[in-house]
């Protein structure tokens, strides 16, 4: 497994341009298969438009404590991309003006951000409904300082929402590095001691399952049932729902595909699972992803394609809702991970 | 070009059978689906059963196709090769157990 970053490794894919030119050429400019936007006018679907914004996916930095083999962020220690106090309060100016439901952190780790703790604790006091931080378990375990995190987590009521690839270790270290899941199962059961994910505790647990390689997510609803009785007969632990999500042929996954030749036939597969009712409930229609530097994108994987929103509001600083809505929502072919089969989001299934 | 009697794309035109023959082609998908819904047994449980007979009839597009349906389902490979070995086990068992019948003729034929 890598232990750098893309970027770190000046590895050709981690440049974003190179990423949208393998996206676009090759099997979708040779008539091969048929591109996003194309499938849309071939199922008579209008184009991407944002719909009532409802969360704020916010991008505190990349840095993070593992290396992925299928992280779209291209995360890892050596990332050094983080948000300034200044960005941090220029979100909160937005919260307070907009009436927006759920603020999604996201990064890297976003507990490794040294403002972490102050920025959550500055959301709690907005109207705010519903604070997510996605994180990647391991990082309660990474250093005493964040050994709290659980406890933090509850008296600020935030839902976590965590990577657990699979019950097993296999397959869980393959992807995500060796020891990885001995040390989520520690951290799984200390936000268990902390009353998350138990049926009769309002303290919301959630995992997140993604194939370890070249094939598309089962049946949301089978697989966690698979999961919560593995985990409840081998380790004891609770949690409240799995959302089965695509990879996306971003970054490193993008990486991994063409290494190991999987990208044709990973790409048909997701085309040929276009699904039409997917498109209208996909995440970019309710959602705004906000980057470290304060640059505002569709969704966390156009961020990291670097595709900025497609409106003259590109910036935290000039927030309009108004004129952001106006928008038509960028896409290319890495949009089919989100519309195949059931869908995929960062809740899991759409449809 | 190289040309071959199995190529793994073909697996995508197998929709196509329906084409000359849409009556039969279906009847024949829409008893195929329905076989691998959910029933008494469960679809994890189909699919290691298709994945076993698989190999028995020795069809590469059933085994590339029930392999991924496998990893879709979060089937551990180690059930999928006992899967395997099943089917494997039946094979062999029925060469084997013809074994009986030529010990009857042996036996018969020999003083």
């Known amino acids: ?351 | 070009m190289k040309k071959k009697y199995y190529k793994s794309d073909d697996l995508k035109k197998f929709k196509n059978i329906t084409d000359w023959n849409p009556e039969l082609g279906e009847k024949f998908f829409e008893y195929y689906n329905s076989v691998f819904k959910e029933g008494s047994l469960s679809v994890r449980e189909k699919s290691l059963i298709a994945l076993a007979v698989s190999h028995v009839v020795q069809c590469p597009y059933c085994i590339e196709a029930y392999t991924r349906d496998g990893l879709q389902k979060g089937i551990e490979k180690s059930e999928m090769m006992e899967a395997v070995h099943v089917g494997a086990a039946i094979r062999s068992g029925a060469s084997l157990v013809h074994g009986v019948q030529m010990m009857n003729v042996y036996d018969k034929l020999s003083m």
């Open chain 1, 1 to 351: 497994m890598a232990s750098k970053s893309l970027k770190a490794s000046n590895n050709v894919l981690s440049s974003t341009k190179r990423q949208l030119e393998i996206l676009s050429n090759g099997i979708f400019s040779d008539g091969g298969l048929p591109k996003f936007e194309s499938r849309l006018v071939a199922y008579e679907l209008d184009a991407l438009r944002p719909l009532k914004l409802e969360i704020l996916q916010i991008n505190v930095g990349y840095m993070c404590n593992q290396v992925c083999a299928h992280c779209h962020v291209d995360a890892g220690p050596d990332r050094k991309e983080m948000m300034s106090r200044e960005t941090m309060e220029l979100c909160l100016d937005v919260l307070r003006k907009t009436k927006v439901k759920t603020i999604d952190l996201t990064g890297g780790a976003p507990e490794m951000h040294p403002d972490f703790r102050w920025f959550v604790s500055q959301i709690r006091l907005t109207d705010v409904e519903e604070i997510i931080v996605r994180s990647n378990l391991t990082i309660i375990l990474a250093n005493k300082k964040y050994h709290s995190l659980p406890d933090f987590f509850k008296q600020n009521k935030v839902h976590i929402i965590s990577s657990l690839p699979f019950y097993k270790k296999d397959k869980t270290d393959r992807q995500r590095g060796d020891g990885v899941f001995s040390q989520s199962i520690t951290a799984l059961k200390l936000l268990n001691s902390a009353g998350y994910g138990k049926s009769n505790s309002d303290l919301q647990l959630d995992l997140v399952y993604n194939p370890s390689g070249a094939f598309l997510p089962g049946d949301e609803k089978t697989l966690e049932n698979d999961f919560k009785k593995a985990l409840k007969l081998d380790f004891d632990i609770d949690f409240n729902q799995l959302f089965a999500i695509t990879n996306l042929p971003i970054s490193r996954f993008l990486d991994y595909l063409i290494a190991s030749e999987n990208y044709e036939d990973y790409m048909s597969s997701l085309v040929e699972s276009f699904n039409p009712k997917a498109v209208a409930n996909v995440m970019c229609t309710n959602t705004l992803s906000v980057r470290w530097d304060g640059m505002l994108f569709d969704c966390d994987f156009n961020q990291m394609l670097d595709l900025k929103v497609a409106s003259p509001i590109t910036h935290l600083r000039d927030f309009n809702l108004e004129l952001l809505q106006e928008r038509k929502i960028g896409v290319s072919q890495h949009c089919y991970g989100c519309t195949a089969g059931s869908g995929s989001s960062c809740q899991g299934t759409v449809v």
